[in-house]
């Protein structure tokens, strides 16, 4: 997330994911809400996962989020978050699709909502 320049999180959900066979864009850290738009016209994920270790960045969540509705992009991927400072209803309010408590917990919803498309 914008602001956010910790990746460990981020890094160890690519690792599991890379593991299992999942293709991965990693963004990188410290991401505006531009760059993930860009990528998600691009790539065209099935999932966009966002993750943020600090409390001040995680309505940067919602900023890409909004983005996304405003590119005409948002129906067209789901979105998972996860991160210290998040809960369930934390994500539902800035739009997610899915909230994970852990990087396991996000390869396994990740994981389900492929099989479903």
Known sequence: MEGDLHDIGKNIVISLLSST????????????????????????????GMSALLRATVPEMGNVINALEKAGLRQNVKIIVGGLPLNAEYARRLGADYYAEDAWKGVEIIRKVVEKS
């Open 21 to 48: 066979g999942f293709e991965v864009t990693d963004l990188g850290i410290n991401v505006p809400a531009a760059k993930f738009v860009e990528a998600v016209k691009n790539v065209r994920p099935d999932v966009l």
